[in-house]
Every structure is written in structure tokens, then in C-alpha cells.
């Protein structure tokens, strides 16, 4: 049977790769990621230079995202008929955008391989310098645990808002396409349901809590949140570490029923209070939220996902996000991982004193 790898990028130094690619015997690395330009990970991102590092060990660079992309395959039945002729002739490795392979598109990839015949083993990095196997079948069967998990939670939560909440809001927002998206929208005043590429929503809701409510909210928060401020360990591709001390405010509210590797405080009277007003306006529902401090314009959180099945959160597959906002003014921005008609999105969003938007 034909030996097929996959491996996802991570905070490790691209010289690992490349040693731990070459041990196994790799002889081309088939690049899947719709954006191969994207990421944090800088030395692994689609350039010369990691054509040309590769080539140093024997390995040849493939860029195929155009063929098996994410975004090909929402709209194109799947044909890996010249993936397997590929891996017959050569050992591969797919590379895909994330590390762990159930939050990733190869995952799909993966499975028409299977049913072609092929034997699939995805990398996994245990450290910074080796990588550990998993066989398909073992990461296939994890991830159809935990999307169980997440969905038993979700109908649970879902039947309990609607069982308790009225008539919905939803309803009553205009909706705009992206066809006659404009920016001006988010300062406009009005409410909005946004549809926008790659089946994504926001609902915007600029006057949320009237200034009065937000004022009073506010003081709350003031009143019943002590914010923290840890300081993180992170890995560096090299394998040492760095310590980082996060300077906005954190704190994880939420009930018994909200899974994460964050240490929380349980729900009170007013916060659980809050959280079900806002299912009441999102129309899903909700069970933590994460409260956080951003002492001035200085403060800030640099570009990140809140997705996937594998995630540190507990946030589960395609997660509903409510941001309610209070205090100054601050500018939210969002941008597509893919372009859409040529080119990526970029969104930036005025989050005023009240308002609340929900992705």
C-alpha cells in the first residue's frame, strides 16, 4: 500500500522540517493551503526560499492549493486521481495551514486518499525538533469524538434558548449581501445582517445597550470583574522560550458546562443574565464569555482564529462569537484567510460604547 504523510504548520523552525521530512524520506512536499502566504510562520510560507531549502535536502516544492484549496473544494466535487499517481512515483507530505489535522481541509483530503487506496500518516510535532505518527484512522476517530462532543453541547444549549427565549430579533434586521456591502453600513447607525463570502455572517448591532444601559454595564463589570494579567510562556521556533506578559485585562466567565484549558469564574446572577440577552439578539446560544480590559489605544490583540476542533479554547467547529463593547471607541478589524474574487477582505469595524456585533 502506498505511504502518504500530511503535516501542518506550527511554531517550529522550518530547518526541522526540513530534517524530520528528509528522516522519513520525503521526497516532494505538495503544498494544499488555499493562502500559502499566510500564517504566522514566516520561513513556511510559499517564497523561493523555501523552495530553495528544500530542494537543499532533495525535496521538491508543489504548490497544488489552486487544485485542492479549501475554497476548490466548497464548490468542486474532490479528484485526487493525480495525487495518487504523484505519491506512486514519489513519497509526499501535505501540507496544509494548521497543525492538527482535524481542524484542517487535508483531514478531507485525507479521506478520498483512503477510499483510493492509499495508506495516510499524519506528523504531528511532539517538540520542537521531532515529529510523532498518527495513523488516519486514530486522527479520523478523534475528531468524530470531539465533534460529537461539541454537538450533544450545542443541541443541549440551542434547546434551552429556545425553549426560554420570545420572538427573535433576527428577523427584524435588514439584511445586506455582499453585493451591496459598503463600509458606510457600520456608521450609519442602523442594525445590520451582513452576508458575506465563504458562507460567513456578522449581525451588527451599532446601539445594542442604549448609553444609559451601557454606562450602568459598565459599572457593573467595574464592580464583579477582577481582571488578570498572566504572563505567558511561548515556544520560539528555535525551541527556547519567551516569556510574554499579556497587558490587556483577561478574565473566562462561564457555567459547568463550558470545556477549556482557561481557568474561568463561575456565572453570576447579572453575567448569565447578560449572556442570555445576547443569545436573544444572536439567535444561538451561548455559555462563557471572555471579558477583556484594553487600558488605552496601546493595548491591543494581534491577528489570531477563534476556530477549529482542536483549539485551547474549548470553542469547538465553526463557534458563534458575540463582542459586546464599552468605553471608548476601538477599531475591530477583519480579514478573509483566502481572497475572494481576487482579492482578500478587510474589514474595519468601529466598536462604540453599546454596540455589539456577532460573527
Same mark, same amino acid.
Not at 73 to 83: A, F, G, I, N, R
Given at each position: 500500500m502506498t505511504l502518504i504523510y500530511t503535516i501542518g504548520t506550527w511554531r517550529v523552525s522550518r530547518s526541522s522540517y526540513l530534517a524530520q521530512l528528509n528522516k522519513l524520506g520525503v521526497q516532494r512536499l505538495?503544498?494544499?493551503?488555499?493562502?500559502?502566504?499566510?500564517?504566522?510562520?514566516?520561513?513556511?510560507?510559499?517564497? *523561493?526560499?523555501?523552495?530553495?531549502?528544500?530542494?537543499?535536502?532533495?525535496?521538491?516544492?508543489?504548490?497544488?492549493?489552486?487544485?485542492?484549496?479549501?475554497?476548490?473544494?466548497?464548490?468542486?466535487?474532490?479528484?485526487?486521481?493525480?495525487?495518487?499517481?504523484?505519491?506512486?512515483?514519489?513519497?509526499?507530505?501535505?501540507?496544509? &495551514?494548521? &497543525?492538527?489535522?482535524?481542524?484542517? &481541509?487535508?483531514?478531507?483530503?485525507?479521506?478520498?486518499?483512503?477510499?483510493?487506496?492509499?495508506?495516510?500518516?499524519?506528523?504531528?510535532? *511532539?517538540?520542537?525538533?521531532?515529529?510523532?505518527?498518527?495513523?488516519?484512522?486514530?486522527?479520523?476517530s478523534a475528531a468524530a469524538k470531539v465533534l460529537a462532543f461539541f454537538q450533544e453541547h450545542k443541541e443541549r444549549a440551542e434547546a434551552a434558548r429556545i425553549s426560554r427565549v420570545g420572538e427573535s430579533l433576527l428577523g427584524k434586521l435588514t439584511v445586506v449581501t455582499w453585493e451591496d456591502f459598503d463600509m458606510k453600513h457600520f456608521t450609519d447607525g442602523h442594525a445590520y445582517r451582513f452576508l458575506l463570502p465563504f458562507h460567513t455572517e456578522l449581525l451588527w448591532y451599532p446601539n445594542w445597550l442604549s448609553r444609559q444601559e451601557a454606562d450602568l454595564l459598565e459599572t457593573t463589570v467595574h464592580e464583579n470583574v477582577t481582571f488578570l494579567h498572566p504572563t505567558y510562556m511561548f515556544q520560539e521556533p528555535s525551541g527556547g522560550f519567551v516569556k510574554t506578559l499579556i497587558k490587556r485585562g483577561q478574565v473566562r466567565i462561564c457555567g459547568d458546562d463550558c470545556p477549556g484549558a482557561i481557568?474561568?469564574?463561575?456565572?453570576? &446572577?447579572?453575567?448569565?443574565?447578560?449572556?442570555?440577552?445576547?443569545?436573544?439578539?444572536?439567535?444561538?446560544?451561548?455559555?462563557?464569555?471572555?471579558?477583556?480590559?484594553?487600558a488605552n489605544g496601546r493595548v491591543v490583540i494581534n491577528w489570531h482564529s477563534d476556530s477549529g476542533p482542536g483549539d485551547d479554547e474549548g470553542l469547538g467547529p465553526n463557534p458563534s462569537i458575540?463582542?459586546?463593547?464599552?468605553?471608548?471607541?476601538?477599531?475591530?478589524?477583519?480579514?478573509? *484567510?483566502?481572497?475572494?474574487?481576487?482579492?482578500?477582505?478587510?474589514?474595519d469595524i468601529p466598536l462604540s460604547h453599546g454596540s455589539m456585533l456577532v460573527m
Open positions: 505538495i503544498d494544499l493551503r488555499d493562502n500559502p502566504h499566510a500564517g504566522r510562520q514566516e520561513e513556511l510560507k510559499r517564497s *523561493k526560499g523555501l523552495e530553495q531549502a528544500l530542494a537543499s535536502v532533495g525535496i521538491t516544492y508543489d504548490y497544488r492549493g489552486q487544485e485542492l484549496g479549501e475554497a476548490v473544494l466548497e464548490t468542486k466535487t474532490m479528484d485526487v486521481e493525480k495525487l495518487v499517481k504523484t505519491a506512486r512515483a514519489e513519497t509526499i507530505c501535505l501540507l496544509g &495551514h494548521l &497543525h492538527e489535522p482535524q481542524g484542517c &481541509h487535508r483531514l478531507r483530503v485525507s479521506d478520498a486518499l483512503l477510499k483510493a487506496g492509499m495508506e495516510v500518516v499524519h506528523l504531528l510535532w *511532539k517538540d520542537h525538533l521531532e515529529v510523532r505518527q498518527m495513523s488516519h484512522a486514530e486522527v479520523a481557568a474561568s469564574e463561575p456565572l453570576k &446572577h447579572w453575567s448569565e443574565s447578560l449572556l442570555r440577552q445576547v443569545e436573544d439578539s444572536a439567535g444561538v446560544a451561548f455559555n462563557c464569555f471572555v471579558a477583556n480590559h484594553y458575540g463582542s459586546l463593547s464599552l468605553g471608548a471607541t476601538r477599531g475591530f478589524s477583519l480579514k478573509s *484567510k483566502r481572497p475572494h474574487q481576487g482579492r482578500i477582505i478587510h474589514l
